[in-house]
C-alpha cells in the first residue's frame, strides 16, 4: 500500500452564536457530504496559517485572520480499494470573520458552505474534525 501524509490547517470561526461549516462533495472517497471546518491541504513552503487563510477564502469566499492555534489533530484512513493509508496532520486555529461575501467553492472539496447554529451541530452529520475542533476550543477556553 502507498503511504501518504496530509498536513492541512482548518479554521474555527463562530459569529454570533454560528460557526462557519462546509459540505463535502458526496464523491470524495469514504465521505456522503458531511460538514466539515473550512480549509485544507498545505503547499509547499506556506506557514501553517497561511494555509487556513487561503483555504478559507477559497472554500467559502471569506477573509478570516488567525486569532490562536487551539490543537493539533491527526487522523488515519486505510483505503482497500485504492490501496492507499492516508495519515492527516490537521492544524486547528481559532479565526475572526473579517468580510467577504460568501460563496461555494467550485470544482473543489467541498460545494456549500453555511452559518449553523452552534447548538444544532449534533444535528448535523459531520466528520470527526469538527467535533475535535469544537473540543479543542472549550479547552481553550478553560485556561
Not at 496559517?49 to 484512513?77: F, H
Not at 460563496?103 to 452552534?118: A, I, P, Q, V
Request: glycine content about 8%; charged content about 25%.
Amino acid at each position: 500500500m502507498t503511504e501518504i501524509i496530509r498536513v492541512a490547517s482548518y479554521a474555527v470561526i463562530i459569529n454570533d452564536g454560528h460557526i462557519l461549516l462546509c459540505r463535502l462533495v458526496k464523491t470524495l472517497p469514504s465521505h456522503n457530504g458531511e460538514w466539515t471546518l473550512p480549509g485544507g491541504g498545505m503547499d509547499f513552503g506556506e506557514h501553517p496559517e497561511q494555509t487556513m487563510v487561503r483555504e478559507t477564502m477559497e472554500e467559502t469566499g471569506l477573509n478570516v485572520a488567525p486569532i490562536k492555534i487551539l490543537g493539533i489533530d491527526t487522523l488515519r484512513e486505510d483505503n482497500l480499494e485504492t490501496m492507499k493509508k492516508w495519515h492527516s496532520i490537521r492544524m486547528v486555529y481559532e479565526a475572526e470573520y473579517l468580510g467577504g461575501d460568501l460563496k461555494y467553492e467550485l470544482n473543489g472539496s467541498t460545494d456549500k458552505c453555511e452559518w449553523h447554529l452552534l447548538s444544532s451541530i449534533r444535528d448535523l452529520p459531520t466528520v470527526s474534525l469538527v467535533e475535535a475542533a469544537l473540543a479543542m476550543r472549550v479547552s481553550a477556553q478553560t485556561y
